[in-house]
């Protein structure tokens, strides 16, 4: 399995704002994705980070509100832009380790946008 | 879109076996049938897959019907500690990502 660790754990932040979330894994893995949970809903996929290149994103999120980094194999940032109180949610880090191809998932960053 | 279907929630005793039935008619043959729950304020934690054949691990079985059109997650003793939202997803392959539907979400009652 990967250990993944997500800074901040949790935030609250004034509209107009933006915070940067990182997600730090503890071993090399094949993929990284984005996801966030809304209050009271499932989990949505933001994007793919891919190495050395721009994300993948899914339909309805574009990179100017969410940019994504991903320097190596171990970390990735999301940035959520010019947040808004409707941003407020669980933006959760996952991978996929080469070993197994299983999927793991960070402890999520609670975000709180007034 | 999520490709399973799921009761929104279920109630189960403690002690007893908690069986979540899943609805995924539109299988691939080469699409796995993957289980993850989650508890409340945490991440999303992997219970166990399978493709064809029923799947047994410490946590749980999975049961896979001959079609594949459904399966079964069976948790053998329910404790309190699994209440939890219980998700069933069919994953393209083994490396794609995970797309999530909205989940069962299961209550153990004392």
């Known amino acids: 399995s990967a250990v993944i660790s997500q800074k901040p754990s949790r935030d609250i932040c004034q509209r107009g704002t933006s915070l940067t979330i990182q997600c730090q894994v503890d071993?090399?893995?094949?993929?990284m994705f984005w996801y966030r949970q809304q209050p009271g809903q499932s989990l949505t996929l933001i994007a793919t980070a891919n190495q050395g290149s721009e994300a993948t994103y899914e339909s309805g999120f574009v990179i100017d509100k969410f940019p994504i980094s991903r320097p190596n194999l171990t970390f990735s940032t999301l940035t959520v832009s010019n947040m808004s109180p409707e941003d407020s949610s669980i933006y959760l880090c996952?991978?996929?380790?080469?070993?197994?191809?299983?999927?793991?998932f960070g402890p999520g960053t609670r975000l709180t946008v007034l | 879109d999520a490709k399973t279907t799921q009761p929104t929630s279920m109630d189960c005793a403690e002690g007893r076996a908690a069986n979540l039935p899943c609805n995924h008619s539109t299988i691939s043959g080469n699409e796995y049938v993957y289980w993850y729950r989650q508890i409340h304020s945490q991440g999303p934690q992997y219970i166990i897959h399978g493709l064809k054949n029923n799947e047994t691990n410490e946590m749980a079985s999975l049961i896979i019907t001959e079609d594949r059109k459904s399966s079964t997650l069976i948790l053998p003793h329910a404790t309190l500690r699994d209440t939890a939202v219980y998700y069933c997803i069919v994953r393209p392959t083994r490396d794609d990502k995970i797309i999530f539907g909205k989940g069962t979400r299961l209550h153990i009652l004392p």
């Open positions: 996952s991978v996929v380790t080469g070993f197994d191809n299983e999927q793991f």
């Open positions: 071993s090399q893995v094949t993929m």
